[in-house]
């Protein structure tokens, strides 16, 4: 089935500098990936995603990229804010599932020091 | 304002007995699921429904059950409560599927002694 790998699990950045995320996924026919955000005590909620039709996305200061030939995608969140501070997921949805499921990776924990 | 509402949101049980966490959400979703997180492992899917009186496994359905009479509510059912299900639990809603994007509720933490 899907598999999805996150990395780094943690990640420590300074205010202002630019911080990304890369996942890899197995299923070659997955064609959505989405990307959450969990603040302390929260649910997951949605921040971005990308089609497989589309190698790039960008929203203010947040965008991923897709590279489906290497089957990996990667969030990047420019000047960070002590308020980017969270746990981020990466997801796939694989064929296996319909298309109607999310494999999810195993989280990233931000942290933006002032 | 549109969202998904869990209780309770923390539940300390002991082994068998039988509990329930129910998920309602106000936004008239199709698409309803119940995820477990668990540190090092991410987001792991227990069950989904695509609509009233539907329902299908996700990755680790076993020791859970779930029904979906109503197009609002999907409570999430364990007969029997085991340590290893102690966890925090997600119920989450889109608009027809998994590719509509999913709104979260608060979560639920249970632990079972």
């Known amino acids: 089935g899907e598999n999805v790998e996150q990395h780094p699990s943690t990640l420590s950045v300074q205010e202002g500098d630019s911080a990304v995320i890369k996942c890899t996924y197995s299923?070659?026919?997955?064609?959505?990936f989405p990307w959450y955000k969990q603040e302390l005590g929260k649910g997951p909620q949605l921040i971005i995603d990308i089609r497989s039709n589309v190698g790039e996305k960008k929203d203010q200061r947040i965008a991923v990229t897709l590279n489906k030939t290497a089957k990996h995608f990667s969030l990047h969140i420019t000047e960070t804010q002590p308020e980017d501070s969270a746990v981020y997921f990466c997801?796939?949805?694989?064929?296996?599932?319909?298309?109607?499921?999310?494999?999810f990776g195993a989280g990233t924990r931000l942290a933006v020091h002032p | 304002e549109a969202q998904v509402t869990q209780n309770p949101r923390y539940l300390i049980t002991v082994t068998g007995k039988k509990l329930t966490v129910t998920c309602s959400q106000n936004?008239?979703?199709?698409?309803m699921s119940w995820y477990r997180q668990d540190p090092g492992l991410g987001l792991r899917q227990i069950y989904y429904?695509?609509?009233?009186?539907?329902?299908d496994k996700g990755d680790v359905p076993e020791g859970y059950k779930v029904s979906r009479k109503e197009k609002r509510n999907f409570p999430l059912i364990l007969e029997s409560p085991s340590p290893n299900q102690t966890s925090l639990y997600f119920c989450?809603?889109?608009?027809?599927?998994?590719?509509?994007?999913?709104?979260f509720g608060s979560g639920t933490r249970l632990t079972v002694v």
């Open positions: 936004m008239n979703h199709e698409y």
């Open positions: 989450a809603s889109s608009l027809s599927g998994a590719l509509d994007g999913y709104t």
């Open positions: 429904s695509m609509n009233v009186e539907v329902t």
């Open positions: 299923d070659s026919a997955s064609n959505y």
């Open positions: 997801a796939a949805n694989p064929l296996s599932g319909g298309y109607n499921k999310l494999i």
